[in-house]
């Protein structure tokens, strides 16, 4: 599932930004011996100039040296660097990093298929799915099918001889139960950003509403996917021929018994294309389950059903149901870092901050039985650890969650400028790989920089929630040398949220000057 477009009402500004710059960029690549105090007195300009008002901005920018001769990091600008900020999104650097350095870019993710004995009777086995915690397991990687990595599965399946299943038995237990983070927007449960965080993500944990025109007059067509998920879909959507009438909604109900529908409602233009909604699963596992049994069944297993839970990560609980591994589903880890930090994908940053929690003191292989539960405790705890011994001060920084959503946590530019700097001297650009590159369609920085000379020559995270902006990166400049930089802006009025990307973009383009 791809994520929407941010909204943004930059390009309009991108011409504006180029011819404005264009003179100060000539004149820096004309002299490119670095000049910290031309830098800060150009940044200190285009923050001047953004019209912010009472907008607090934290900037720390470092001068890493150049590419194959690194150099001791060395403060540049900085502007406010100990004040601690909400991040937003800015807060996947931490997570990500700290998958990195404690797990390592090549660490596997793994979600352990088999089977057991069905207590159904002698000779009889149950599909047991031990959750890893994957995120990738949607139609990103199989070309869109949602269901592509279960038919992959039933492939493996068949080739051992597996013809029939009673049961379909799922162990979500890697992570702890609380999907939904406390902190997180109470009325914004349904939006594709607040998907709930278990051991046995699918599909984004989302369901996919697909609407097209019908008939005039007619119903509108209406499906889903995952297809076989279990969810329930109620009411209609007519097709008109009238423009101004196109008006629909598509609601997600949870009924008492657990169990999930959309409600369709309202009217859809006939000349409209097919459009895509995003609503959030209310239970992942069940979704998986029932999902998994339907791919199974279509790739001409017999499944009797149901699905059902229970408890197989601990090695008695394995010993005693008897599993028979029959294949490991594996994700890279610096794969689910790029898709967390280049889309900002939030479940991506959240499944991360969770297996950190679990993996983060065993770090070598990714076991169905690590020492500790994966959850939002465990992951700050690991957090903090890291960043101790890896000498990163923290002081004033607040872990609450692993996306950034949480308007509880803070970072200090310092902090996140010394992260982004330590990544790149240990990992390079296997780590700054992960984040958006300006004008790449790619990422969240494809509408940015773009016919500027900061195009393709920023990698960065961008980030935003209510009243917060933030953008933290790289930047190869004029002079040969790469700078890492934190920008974080607090309590800027509603609507002024172009106005921070704007000054962002302008200091981006300054700074590729240096």
Same mark, same amino acid.
């Given at each position: 599932?791809?994520?929407?477009?941010?909204? @943004?009402?930059?390009?309009?500004?991108?011409?504006?930004?180029?011819?404005?710059?264009?003179?100060?960029?000539?004149?820096?690549?004309?002299?490119?011996?670095?000049?910290?105090?031309?830098?800060? *007195?150009?940044?200190?300009?285009?923050?001047? %100039?953004?019209?912010?008002?009472?907008?607090? @901005?934290?900037?720390?920018?470092?001068?890493?040296? *150049?590419?194959?001769?690194?150099?001791?990091?060395?403060?540049?600008?900085?502007?406010?660097?100990?004040?601690?900020?909400?991040?937003?999104?800015?807060?996947?650097?931490?997570?990500?990093?700290?998958?990195?350095?404690?797990?390592?870019?090549?660490?596997?993710?793994?979600?352990?298929?088999?089977?057991?004995?069905?207590?159904?009777?002698?000779?009889?086995?149950?599909?047991?799915?031990?959750?890893?915690?994957?995120?990738?397991?949607?139609?990103?990687?199989?070309?869109?099918?949602?269901? $592509?990595?279960?038919?992959?599965?039933?492939?493996?399946?068949?080739?051992?001889?597996?013809?029939?299943?009673?049961?379909?038995?799922?162990?979500?237990?890697?992570?702890? *139960?609380?999907?939904?983070?406390?902190?997180?927007?109470?009325?914004?449960?349904?939006?594709?950003? *607040?998907?709930?965080?278990?051991?046995?993500?699918?599909?984004?944990?989302?369901?996919?509403?697909?609407?097209?025109?019908?008939?005039?007059?007619?119903?509108?067509?209406?499906?889903?996917?995952?297809?076989?998920?279990?969810?329930?879909?109620? $009411?209609?959507?007519?097709?008109?021929?009238?423009? %101004?009438?196109?008006?629909?909604?598509?609601?997600?109900?949870?009924?008492?018994?657990?169990?999930?529908?959309?409600?369709?409602?309202?009217?859809?233009?006939?000349?409209?294309?097919?459009?895509?909604?995003?609503? @959030?699963?209310?239970?992942?596992?069940?979704?998986?389950?029932?999902?998994?049994?339907?791919?199974?069944?279509?790739?001409?297993?017999?499944?009797?059903?149901?699905?059902?839970?229970?408890?197989?990560?601990?090695?008695?609980?394995?010993?005693?149901?008897?599993?028979?591994?029959? #294949?490991?589903?594996?994700?890279?880890?610096?794969?689910?870092?790029?898709?967390?930090?280049?889309?900002?994908?939030?479940?991506?940053?959240?499944?991360?901050?969770?297996?950190?929690?679990?993996? $983060?003191?065993?770090?070598?292989?990714?076991?169905?039985?690590?020492?500790?539960?994966?959850?939002?405790?465990?992951?700050?705890?690991?957090?903090?650890?890291?960043?101790?011994?890896?000498?990163?001060?923290?002081?004033?920084?607040?872990?609450?969650?692993?996306?950034?959503?949480? %308007?509880?946590?803070?970072?200090?530019?310092?902090?996140?400028?010394?992260?982004?700097? /330590?990544?790149?001297?240990?990992?390079?650009?296997?780590?700054?790989? @992960?984040?958006?590159?300006?004008?790449?369609?790619?990422?969240?920085?494809?509408?940015?920089?773009?016919?500027?000379?900061?195009?393709?020559?920023?990698?960065? %995270?961008?980030?935003?929630?209510?009243?917060?902006?933030? #953008?933290?990166?790289?930047?190869?400049?004029?002079?040969?040398?790469?700078?890492?930089?934190?920008?974080?802006?607090?309590?800027?009025?509603?609507?002024?949220?172009?106005?921070?990307? /704007?000054?962002?973009?302008?200091?981006?383009?300054?700074?590729?000057?240096?």
């Amino acid at each position: 599932m791809r994520r929407p477009g941010l909204q @943004t009402r930059l390009l309009g500004f991108t011409l504006l930004v180029a011819v404005g710059l264009a003179p100060a960029a000539s004149a820096r690549a004309a002299d490119a011996r670095p000049n910290p105090a031309a830098l800060a *007195e150009d940044l200190d300009s285009a923050l001047a %100039k953004a019209d912010l008002g009472k907008t607090v @901005t934290a900037v720390c920018v470092l001068d890493l040296g *150049e590419p194959g001769r690194p150099a001791r990091p060395r403060t540049v600008y900085s502007r406010l660097p100990d004040r601690p900020l909400i991040p937003a999104s800015n807060m996947k650097l931490m997570v990500t990093a700290a998958c990195f350095d404690r797990l390592g870019p090549d660490w596997r993710i793994r979600t352990h298929v088999g089977r057991v004995r069905s207590p159904r009777g002698k000779g009889r086995w149950d599909l047991a799915v031990i959750g890893g915690g994957d995120p990738n397991i949607s139609g990103r990687f199989w070309g869109g099918d949602t269901l $592509g990595a279960f038919r992959r599965w039933a492939e493996v399946l068949k080739k051992r001889g597996v013809t029939a299943l009673e049961r379909v038995v799922l162990d979500d237990t890697l992570f702890d *139960e609380v999907l939904v983070h406390p902190n997180w927007p109470s009325r914004q449960r349904h939006k594709w950003y *607040e998907a709930p965080v278990g051991a046995l993500p699918i599909n984004d944990n989302c369901v996919n509403i697909h609407v097209a025109p019908g008939p005039v007059g007619g119903a509108a067509r209406v499906w889903l996917e995952p297809p076989g998920a279990g969810i329930g879909l109620s $009411g209609r959507i007519r097709t008109t021929a009238s423009k %101004k009438a196109h008006r629909y909604s598509l609601e997600r109900f949870i009924d008492p018994d657990g169990s999930m529908r959309i409600h369709a409602d309202g009217a859809y233009w006939a000349e409209a294309p097919e459009r895509i909604i995003y609503r @959030t699963l209310a239970d992942p596992t069940r979704v998986f389950g029932s999902a998994l049994a339907h791919a199974l069944r279509a790739e001409g297993l017999r499944v009797a059903g149901p699905v059902v839970r229970a408890d197989l990560t601990t090695p008695r609980g394995a010993a005693k149901r008897g599993f028979r591994c029959d #294949l490991v589903h594996t994700s890279r880890l610096a794969a689910t870092a790029a898709v967390a930090n280049t889309r900002s994908q939030g479940l991506y940053a959240e499944c991360l901050f969770k297996l950190l929690g679990a993996y $983060g003191q065993t770090p070598k292989v990714a076991t169905p039985h690590p020492p500790r539960q994966g959850s939002w405790a465990s992951g700050r705890q690991e957090l903090a650890r890291w960043l101790a011994e890896r000498g990163v001060p923290a002081a004033g920084c607040v872990f609450d969650d692993g996306s950034g959503l949480s %308007k509880q946590n803070r970072l200090t530019a310092f902090t996140l400028s010394r992260v982004l700097a /330590l990544m790149d001297r240990l990992y390079g650009a296997r780590f700054r790989r @992960t984040l958006a590159l300006a004008g790449d369609p790619a990422g969240t920085l494809r509408k940015r920089m773009r016919h500027t000379p900061a195009e393709g020559r920023i990698r960065a %995270k961008t980030g935003y929630v209510a009243g917060a902006s933030a #953008l933290s990166g790289y930047a190869e400049t004029d002079s040969g040398r790469r700078l890492a930089f934190a920008i974080l802006m607090n309590g800027f009025r509603r609507g002024r949220l172009w106005k921070t990307r /704007l000054a962002q973009d302008k200091m981006c383009i300054r700074m590729v000057a240096y």
